[in-house]
């Protein structure tokens, strides 16, 4: 192959961040004293989560506020009488520590990791993602590890791409693969900052958009064809 760099995704392409989530939720839920129940609660959180995270990809408001302001619409959702800072502040806590990683990962990034120049790219909170990739058994694998907040740029900003291959190196861009699952962060801003990509989509779902991966992978094997064996 081509390519000398590779900018990983991190949720839902290495880390099983539904698991992490599902979890973090649960057990906030449970130390604020909450009669939960999964289907309507979390159904009812991930419903306003994944408005809110593309109120970000679009610009619409800051990482800072997100953090907070999806708590509040969901206390209110629930009518529950909870501070959001501190209900934000437990579920982040309880989120940094639930590392899962899919079966396979390990072994693909330390694979992958004598052949190319690793970094992972990611839309994530600081002090969760921190927390969760850095203490990974893959972490040191990576040369780099970008978190959107930190740098106050998210996917699919191109400048956080930039800022990426800034801290590896100098490299052409027809050099640098971005992989990720999200089509409108990690293949569209891929696409904005104007390298190849290759959408990791393990639920074979359609793209209905008018974006154009240069590849599509359905699972580690196919990736693993893509990257090591030609």
């Not at 159904?43 to 970000?56: D, R």
């Not at 990720?180 to 962060?185: E, P, R, T």
Request: glycine letters at 4%; one cysteine or more; proline letters at 2%.
């Amino acid at each position: 192959m081509k390519y000398k760099v590779i900018l990983f995704d991190a949720d839902e392409t290495l880390f099983d961040f539904k698991k992490a989530e599902k979890e973090a939720f649960k057990n906030t839920m449970i130390e604020f004293n909450i009669d939960y129940d999964e289907n309507y609660h979390f159904s009812t959180y991930k419903e306003i989560n994944t408005a809110i995270w593309k109120e970000l990809e679009e610009g619409l408001i800051t990482q800072a506020k997100l953090k907070t302001e999806r708590f509040r619409r969901l206390i209110e959702k629930l009518n529950l009488n909870f501070n959001e800072n501190d209900f934000s502040d437990a579920y982040m806590k309880h989120l940094a520590a639930g590392s899962f990683l899919f079966d396979g990962a390990t072994e693909l990034i330390e694979d992958l990791s004598s052949k190319y120049i690793l970094s992972i790219v990611t839309n994530g909170l600081t002090s969760v993602q921190e927390g969760r990739l850095k203490k990974s058994v893959i972490a040191k694998y990576f040369k780099d590890i970008v978190i959107s907040e930190s740098i106050g740029i998210a996917k699919p900003h191109p400048d956080i791409f930039g800022h990426a291959i800034n801290n590896l190196g100098t490299f052409n861009k027809d050099e640098i693969l971005m992989i990720g699952d999200n089509l409108n962060s990690d293949i569209k801003g891929g696409i904005n900052y104007n390298i190849d990509t290759c959408w990791y989509n393990p639920n074979k779902l359609e793209n209905k958009t008018d974006l154009k991966p240069t590849y599509e992978v359905c699972d580690y094997t196919e990736l693993r064809n893509l990257l090591l064996d030609k």
